[in-house]
């Protein structure tokens, strides 16, 4: 059966495409448009398809849109309560249209076997079905909003999902750190990982009253009325960040911390499982992530790398195809080039570049010698994390590197970067997060004999969110070739772009990145380009 999965109603747009009940490719719009998030959230943008994303899904498995057995949208306009938001209808309407459109953006499909997938079932879907270990799990699900709610609690056995529990809207976790993004001066329903990362600087000195704000009962929770005003000043966007922000930013982040903590051991107590999976825009909150991990009564946790509404695209194709799924292959999942196709736009460029005996030796060399190397291998990633395929790569053992990154990306200080570890040898460095951690989406706490070897990818709060890097033998090569120059098993990985923009995705994308930037290195595809 072949299935084309798609996000459009909220922000993140993106496509997937599932064959037989294999994963073949799923890719984020903002990675072909260049336009962050693919589009903003409101209701008059509704009616925008990820046509690019999806073209290339057919293309990348040879079909065209009348090959498919099903399109699978992730929302179903017949569930949403509009009495709570202005414009809503409008929305919905565009979502009803959706049919019609798809058939209008892939031409040749039949818009009869576009089928609506309710958005929560597509998240829990995207993690519950494309879990590494298969089988029967706990699912967890929290974001912002679906058409009527922001979160369910079920378990899935032999890929049926029942659900015991649901939040209807207005009450959301995630819209009320989205209130919180805006009200600190930053763009919600984009910047949100950036008061996470405020929340490392000060004392949750507003705890108790936030423990009043937001009540979990029944596997479900109340959020109560609160001004952010009393609290700290709402700060405009160019203003100076200050203390009462960050302990405002602290408050709410631990009080999400000890909500999500709740749901989970509702979850298990009734389920019995072992296994949690989680996804929704909640899920990409590392910290909270590693407090389930470490202090909840499950002994998985995994979360799915594209957990935000772009994998809703690949959970409503997962969960609309009749096929026994196979658990997602990584999130390797996007445009990758050929050496050929990446030489011909280096000559095109005409850039003078090398092609050296070994790219990840060259690579290891030039970061031990605290150069910046941007790194453009494989296929692109599916999600917001860069995991190896498009990467910013520096030396972990200067803290300087840090602002030079942050100068790089044009972001604020206060930002931590992430650390790439070798799998095996990530016990020795990192503890507390689980191990392995390929995605990136738990902090980990640095061990004390290693805060001062690898300072630039230790935060405020002496942790680090960890990637463990294993089966991938380019990556696997440049990092123990770094740790024989150099003692060290960690490099710094952070995205490979600049502040506002999407990821790099192709060729092309990576020299402009390059060009504009203080970059020393680009390493690509066997290629080297120097400054």
Known sequence: MRVLGINAIFHDPAAALVVDGAVVAAAEEERFSRRKHGKRPVPFSAWELPELSARWCLEQAGLT????????????????????????????????????????????????????????????????????????????????????????????????????????????????????????GFLRSSDEYKVMALASHAKPVHLDLMREHVVVRDGGFEIRPLDWNTLAKRRAKDEELTGEHAELAASVQVRLEEVLLELVRWLHERTGESRLTMAGGVALNCVANTRIFAEGPFDEVWVQPAAGDAGTALGAALHASTDVVSPMPGADLGRGFSDEEIESVLRVAAVPYTRPADVAAEVAEALAANKIVAWFQGRSEYGPRALGRRSLLANPCYAENLTRLNDVKGREQFRPVAPMVLADRAAEVFTRGPIPSPYMLFVHDVRPEWTDRIPAVVHVDGTARAQTVADDPLLERMLRSFEALTGVPVVVNTSLNTAGRPMVDTPRDALECFGSSPVDLLAIGPFVVRR
Do not use: K
């Open 65 to 184: 849109a009348a090959d498919l057995d099903a399109v699978a949208y992730s929302y179903d306009p017949s569930l949403v309560d509009a009495e709570y938001a202005p414009w809503e209808e409008l929305r919905t309407t565009y979502a009803r249209r959706a049919p019609e459109f798809l058939a209008t953006a892939l031409p040749g499909l039949d818009p009869a076997i576009v089928r609506f997938v309710p958005h929560h079932v597509a998240h829990a879907a995207s993690t519950g079905l494309a879990a590494p270990f298969g089988g029967n799990c706990a699912v967890l699900v929290a974001d912002g909003r679906g058409e009527c709610g922001s979160h369910l609690a079920g378990r899935y056995v032999d890929q049926e999902l029942t659900t015991f529990a649901s939040q209807r809207l207005p009450h959301s976790l995630g819209l009320m750190y989205e209130d919180l993004t805006e009200h600190l």
